[in-house]
């Protein structure tokens, strides 16, 4: 199957500084790519889809300020938390989908934790 | 449907048996759904799928049954093993065109394999 990587698979930053979360589609070009958090024992919530060469869509009571997304090539997707704060701690994954098809692969998500 | 941020239901069954996980979907126009196994800091990983003209759809142990009169998922697991304890959710395709991929998730289910 279609392998998508998320990097990095954990990350420590302090209040107030900003992270950059990498999600790569290793063996297709993907045209969507989505991204979600994750609480602890809590179920996946949608934040955005991200389109290669435009604009995120932001799913109701997601900041776009806050989580900027830039998906500037066929095979890369980055979220950036801006102005982190310890509310922001979470499991951020992502999903890609091969084209023309409904399935979806997930990358192995990045575990944010703001001190 | 919707994630709704609760804690997550569990399951706990024997090895050998089998186990059958549930999950109720809120949008009827919903024409694709998935079920995900996710491991402890993991990213969700694809088990089976199920289109909204097909009522049952069978993989190697796991069968996915759909009641779109009820909105109503299922998820059976043959001669369930010790790998098998996970969390385990159903996701609804809510994206149409260039959003295919775009999902809702249910709650989760933690199922426990007891040896």
């Known amino acids: 199957g279609a392998v998508v990587s998320q990097h990095p698979s954990r990350v420590i930053c302090k209040s107030g500084t900003s992270v950059k979360i990498e999600c790569r589609s290793l063996?297709?070009?993907?045209?969507?790519m989505f991204w979600y958090r994750q609480f602890p024992k809590q179920s996946l919530m949608l934040m955005a889809t991200?389109?290669?060469?435009?604009?995120?869509?932001?799913e109701q009571g997601v900041e776009k300020d806050k989580f900027l997304i830039n998906h500037a090539s066929l095979t890369l997707s980055t979220l950036t938390v801006t102005s982190a704060h310890p509310e922001d701690s979470s499991f951020y994954i992502c999903?890609?989908?091969?084209?023309?098809?409904?399935?979806?692969?997930f990358g192995q998500g990045t575990r944010l934790t703001v001190v | 449907g919707e994630n709704v941020g609760l804690h997550l239901p569990t399951l706990s069954v024997q090895e050998g048996d089998n186990s059958i996980i549930n999950c109720a979907y809120s949008?009827?126009?919903?024409?694709?759904f998935i079920w995900y196994k996710q491991e402890s800091g993991k990213g969700p990983q694809f088990i089976i799928d199920?289109?909204?003209?097909?009522d049952k759809r069978q993989g190697q142990r796991v069968t996915v049954l759909l009641n779109k009169t009820v909105k109503h998922l299922s998820l059976q697991i043959a001669a369930t093993q010790p790998g098998d304890s996970a969390v385990y959710f159903c996701?609804?395709?809510?994206?149409?065109?260039?959003?295919?991929?775009?999902?809702?998730f249910g709650r989760g289910t933690q199922l426990t394999v007891w040896p």
């Open positions: 999903s890609a989908r091969t084209p023309g098809a409904s399935e979806a692969f």
């Open positions: 063996d297709f070009q993907a045209t969507t």
């Open positions: 991200s389109n290669e060469g435009s604009k995120a869509t932001y």
């Open positions: 949008n009827s126009a919903s024409d694709y």
């Open positions: 199920i289109r909204s003209n097909m």
């Open positions: 996701a609804e395709n809510i994206g149409r065109g260039s959003t295919l991929g775009r999902l809702y």
